[in-house]
T-cell receptor, first 115, second 116 residues
Framework: AQSVTQLGSHVSVSEGALVLLRCNYS??????LFWYVQYPNQGLQLLLK??????LVKGINGFEAEFKKSETSFHLTKPSAHMSDAAEYFC?????????????FGAGTRLAVHP | EPEVTQTPSHQVTQMGQEVILRCVPI?????FYWYRQILGQKVEFLVS????????KSEIFDDQFSVERPDGSNFTLKIRSTKLEDSAMYFC??????????????FGDGTRLSIL
């Protein structure tokens, strides 16, 4: 069965600093991976998705993620944090045995950005 | 941009009562989903729905839960006899098609269900 682990339930960065949110997955087949963001009192908004076309995926709001099969990772990065990036970020996986049409989410990482 | 809409945004219900959560998926989408997020916990899959029938459901989705697409636009989640542990944020999602499961799911803003 697939699973997702997000290291660090809380990450705090200074405005302008690099953002790195970690995601590791477990899957017996090549996965489809997603990052979603949740702003307070809102739903889940898709940031980006990996679908095997390219290992480096660019998303909205300057975020990108790199799929590394050897490390079973799909970490999310942004070169320079902005105050508006403060939110909760979820890594999710789908596809393969046990979940063709359901998303399996990580526990989420709450990003705080301070001046 | 088209979006998934959910109503109500907050529902307060007495334990044992029935509750219906409503969703309007994106109009050209074919797959519909319900997820829930208990406060402080992961977002969990409940059920997926395609072609007027359930295509997959989780262990959480027991006989107390049901889903329906009563017309061409709405998708509902019914909980027959609510329990305290049903208190959670419930998210509806939809996606275009499933041939390749890389199609992203688009989420609504959720309904916060509080059971008293």
């Amino acid at each position: 069965a697939q699973s997702v682990t997000q290291l660090g339930s809380h990450v705090s960065v200074s405005e302008g600093a690099l953002v790195l949110l970690r995601c590791n997955y477990s899957s017996s087949v090549p996965p489809y991976l997603f990052w979603y963001v949740q702003y307070p009192n809102q739903g889940l908004q898709l940031l980006l998705k990996y679908t095997s076309a390219a290992t480096l995926v660019k998303g909205i709001n300057g975020f990108e993620a790199e799929f590394k099969k050897s490390e079973t990772s799909f970490h999310l990065t942004k070169p320079s944090a902005h105050m508006s990036d403060a939110a909760e970020y979820f890594c999710a996986v789908t596809g393969g045995p046990g979940g063709y049409n359901k998303l399996i989410f990580g526990a989420g990482t709450r990003l705080a950005v301070h001046p | 941009e088209p979006e998934v809409t959910q109503t109500p945004s907050h529902q307060v219900t007495q334990m044992g009562q029935e509750v219906i959560l409503r969703c309007v998926p994106i109009s050209n989408h074919l797959y519909f989903y319900w997820y829930r997020q208990i406060l402080g916990q992961k977002v969990e899959f409940l059920v997926s729905f395609y072609n007027n029938e359930i295509s997959e459901k989780s262990e959480i989705f027991d006989d107390q839960f049901s889903v329906e697409r009563p017309d061409g636009s709405n998708f509902t989640l019914k909980i027959r006899s609510t329990k305290l542990e049903d208190s959670a944020m419930y998210f509806c999602a939809s996606s275009e098609f499933r041939v390749f499961s890389n199609q992203p799911q688009h989420f609504g803003d959720g309904t916060r269900l509080s059971i008293l």
